[in-house]
């Protein structure tokens, strides 16, 4: 891929370009990801941090407490609120860029349904892909 992917926020101020390829994309039907992307699913890429590099904006961060215990941090304009990406304390050297964000993500696939115990009856999985009741750890 000769142009780096870019991406950013509703209002603007946060722009950034990822420089791998992202194809598969995962949902995550959890409840904490219905109240974050105010949708019945958030719909993340798995990036490798060094190939995240943030442009523009200044980014807030909430942390989130998985189920797990664990901390996930959410990061999220703080003008527009719209969620950028996510990252587990322990796992710094991965992001899980919310796809909603990407400029364009026509190429991408969902691949791969997470925490469909939880999901709302509402909300169309494809039982073609991976489906697990629970999570499953990042790969990059
Ligand atoms: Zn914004
Ligand atoms: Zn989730």
Redesign the pocket.
Known sequence: MSDPITG???????RYTVNQPLQNIIACHCTNCQKSSGSGAMHNAVAAASAVTFTA?NLKVFADTAASGNTLNRY???????PIYSQRATMPEVMVIKVGTLDDSNHMKVTMNIWTKSARPWMHIDLATDCYPENRAPKT
């Open positions: 950013g926020c509703l209002c603007g101020k946060i904006g999220f304009c703080g003008d527009c609120g719209s």
